[in-house]
């Protein structure tokens, strides 16, 4: 039987690794990435010599016919994104969804480990016991309609954001419910890590006049006090 690893890698620490993750990486015929130049400096760093391939969601199907055949050989692979957990938000689930229609003999077995939005949430104080992770903010389309849905939940909301849009987003939620609690993580597990705490119109005046660097994790909570 063949198994493909999903394997979380830092988000930013290299030491926040798991001992499995590296026994894994060290040992399977091959590492599927995003960007081999990304993955390159984690596994020099550890001094794994694994064959990359690099596979993103829009890989042309002969990528992935080179990916099947690789485990119809008995091969065992491993999958990573650039960081943290691959298929949240990043490449994996369609790849996942292809080979077990393919090959449904494989094995797919986590190799868990650092996700920006576990580790935000974790750090939040918010309540979190339920939550919704909404991944990255639509750019156009159905934009309102995701921002109304995050300040009317009744749990907290996790979603990303870029530096780019950052600013933009944090105005219209502002616009939309001033007083809910946020919490803006940046940069966590990096040298710049800052986290800022308070209701949508604080934490916008903090950072409005800032140029925005770094990747973001933002947690909204329309009620705090309840679970
Ligand atoms: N699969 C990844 C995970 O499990 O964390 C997320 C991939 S998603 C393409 C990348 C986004 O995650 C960034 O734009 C940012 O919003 C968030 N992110 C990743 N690393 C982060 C960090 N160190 N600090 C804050 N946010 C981070």
């Known amino acids: 039987m063949t198994t493909l690893y999903i394997v979380a890698t ?39 010599n694994t064959q990359l391939v690099s596979y993103h969601q829009h890989s042309k199907i002969r990528k992935v016919d080179y990916i099947l055949n690789f485990l119809r050989q008995g091969k065992n692979l491993a999958l990573v994104s650039d960081a943290g957990t691959p298929g949240i938000s990043d490449p994996g689930n369609q790849l996942i969804k292809e080979i077990l ?30 939550f919704f992770f909404m991944g990255f903010p639509p750019a156009k389309k159905r934009r309102k309609k995701f921002l109304e849905s995050i300040v009317n939940s009744k749990y907290s909301v ?13 105005k219209e939620l502002k616009e939309l419910s001033p007083k809910s609690e946020m919490v803006v993580c940046r940069e966590l597990t990096k040298k710049f ?9 604080e934490t916008f005046k903090i950072l409005e006049g800032q140029k925005p660097r770094g990747e973001f994790v933002i947690i909204v909570n329309n009620k705090v006090g309840q679970k």
Not at 18 to 41: M, N, P, Q, Y
Not at 103 to 125: F, K
Not at 159 to 170: A, D, V
């Open 10 to 48: 830092p988000i930013g620490n290299l030491k926040d690794i798991t001992l499995r993750a590296l026994e894994v990486l060290g040992g399977v015929d091959l590492i599927l990435c995003e960007d081999t130049r990304v993955t390159s400096k984690l596994l020099n760093r550890y001094q794994i």
């Open 101 to 130: 229609a393919k090959i449904p003999q494989t094995e797919i077995t986590a190799v868990p480990g650092p996700s920006a939005v576990i580790a935000a949430a974790s750090i939040s104080g918010l309540p979190t016991d339920r």
């Open 158 to 170: 996790v979603f990303y954001e870029s530096p780019h849009r950052i600013i933009k987003t944090l």
């Open 193 to 201: 890590e800052t986290v800022h705490r308070g209701t949508i119109e």
